[in-house]
T-cell receptor, first 115, second 112 residues
Framework: DAGVTQSPTHLIKTRGQQVTLRCSPK?????VSWYQQALGQGPQFIFQ???????QRGNFPDRFSGHQFPNYSSELNVNALLLGDSALYLC??????????????FGNGTRLTVT | KQEVTQIPAALSVPEGENLVLNCSFT??????LQWFRQDPGKGLTSLLL?????REQTSGRLNASLDKSSGRSTLYIAASQPGDSATYLC???????????FGQGTRLTINP
């Protein structure tokens, strides 16, 4: 049973460019959340997708956008990259099913470096 | 606004010691609290999850407690081993959209 998978594992981009990160949730999960973890910090919530809709959003600018596909996989897009966007981007999946407190399972993340 | 604080930020102890990591949160309206382990450059591995109605959870050498009224949780690690060296993060789950709010972590080093 595959867990949460993210691609790519590492990415180097230049300021001003755009990037797309991908996430496949754990089998049986229907909800995907994205987190940004700067070096030495705890992860910060970006947004969550459920039923192909953005359900909640953290304190991130509109340059951060996402999408969820019918197979529950998800993409995170970041436009007009800034040096400060360099971080580990983590995807977490869970099963909504009316259970608010079901456990979240995390992938290994995508390390984005902006130069 | 929910804030989560972990103390200490870093801890170094000799192998075999028992130790306690602390986590505090400002708003007691949480659904659950999770402790995670993170190895350098890696993702998060869930260690223990305590539902808001529970007081503690145990897994092997790990024991986590939760006191919602005081906004505190502790992670107890017994008989520490060098393989326990990692960053330990606590996070509280807020209602609605399953949003986790994390502390900044405690970087733990176990010396052989």
């Amino acid at each position: 049973d595959a867990g949460v998978t993210q691609s790519p594992t590492h990415l180097i981009k230049t300021r001003g460019q755009q990037v797309t990160l991908r996430c496949s949730p754990k089998s049986g999960h229907d909800t995907v959340s994205w987190y940004q973890q700067a070096l030495g910090q705890g992860p910060q919530f970006i947004f969550q997708y459920y039923e192909e809709e953005e359900r909640q959003r953290g304190n991130f600018p509109d340059r951060f956008s996402g999408h969820q596909f019918p197979n529950y996989s998800s993409e995170l897009n970041v436009n007009a990259l800034l040096l400060g966007d360099s971080a580990l981007y983590l995807c977490a999946s869970s099963f909504a099913g009316g259970i608010v407190s079901s456990p979240l399972h995390f992938g290994n993340g995508t390390r984005l470096t902006v130069t | 606004k929910q804030e989560v604080t972990q103390i200490p930020a870093a801890l170094s102890v000799p192998e075999g010691e028992n130790l306690v990591l602390n986590c505090s949160f400002t708003d007691s309206a949480i659904y659950n609290l999770q402790w995670f382990r993170q190895d350098p450059g890696k993702g998060l591995t869930s260690l223990l999850l305590i539902q808001s109605s529970q007081r503690e959870q145990t897994s092997g050498r790990l024991n986590a407690s939760l006191d919602k009224s005081s906004g505190r949780s502790t992670l107890y690690i017994a008989a520490s081993q060098p393989g326990d060296s990692a960053t330990y993060l606590c996070a509280v789950l807020l209602g609605g959209a399953q949003k986790l709010v994390f502390g900044q972590g405690t970087r733990l080093t176990i010396n052989p």
